[in-house]
């Protein structure tokens, strides 16, 4: 597999894998008979959820055209996965109406997140090696930057902080610092200046695990 080449999932998806671990770390720990704890925890989870199939979605309408041109048979299995996905999703939020005040229904939820994650990382390796390998074999850098530049351009505004979030404190300091120089080119100062700042936080945070 080449390693040389500019991998368009690398940052989004190390951020929704940390998403979905802390998710599962805090459902594991939680009490879901303690109301007020476990209603802030459905809330975030309603959210990362939203917003992991907003990413689905926008792949779907950016990526996967292109994929079809010259992987036909891989973009079938990623969009199948999407709707595997999507049951997944559905299940999770079913769960979370009841789950609060209800720790049977809180673990059958935990479960539910399991499996979800779970479906969700063997997916995103999947994109990150085969899936890139093609958009290498048949795209320039170029291209596929501009493709990722497409995805981000169909976020709303009041989403971006929590993605920007996700993914500066889901990758290594090396990646972070590229990360905020790319914003600095072109992004407006206010996501720049927030990009800093939870950078800032996400070294605090590791400085203090140590």
């Known amino acids: 597999m080449q390693t040389n080449r500019y991998n368009p999932y690398t940052y989004i998806h190390k951020g929704i894998r940390r998403e979905l671990?802390?998710?599962l770390r805090i459902a594991a720990n939680l009490d879901f008979a303690d109301v007020?704890?476990?209603e802030a925890f459905v809330r975030r989870l309603r959210l990362s959820v939203r917003l992991m199939h907003q990413h689905a979605e926008h792949e779907d309408e950016v990526v996967d055209p292109r994929l079809q041109e010259f992987a036909p048979k891989l973009a079938r299995r990623v969009l199948a996965t999407h709707k595997v996905l999507e049951t997944h999703e559905s299940e999770v939020l079913g769960l979370t109406a009841s789950a609060v005040g209800?720790?049977?229904v809180g673990y059958t939820l935990y479960l539910a997140l399991s499996r979800y994650t779970a479906t969700?990382?063997?997916h995103m390796s999947e994109e990150e090696t085969d899936v890139a390998q093609?958009?290498?074999?048949?795209?320039?850098?170029?291209?596929i930057i501009a493709t990722e530049h497409s995805i981000?351009?169909?976020?709303p505004p009041?989403?971006?902080?929590?993605?920007?979030?996700?993914m500066i404190h889901g990758v290594n300091e090396a990646e972070r610092t590229t990360f905020i120089n790319t914003l600095k080119k072109g992004a407006p100062p206010e996501a720049v200046a927030f990009a800093?700042?939870?950078a800032r936080a996400a070294r605090e945070a590791q400085l203090a695990a140590v």
Not at 134 to 141: G, V
Not at 152 to 155: E, R, W
Not at 158 to 166: A, G, I, K
């Open 36 to 38: 007020e704890t476990a």
């Open 196 to 198: 800093e700042e939870q």
């Open 134 to 143: 093609e958009l290498w074999l048949n795209m320039s850098d170029e291209e």
């Open 21 to 23: 671990t802390e998710l």
């Open 158 to 166: 009041q989403d971006m902080p929590v993605y920007l979030t996700w």
């Open 120 to 122: 969700q990382f063997a």
């Open 102 to 104: 209800n720790p049977a």
């Open 152 to 155: 981000v351009s169909h976020i």
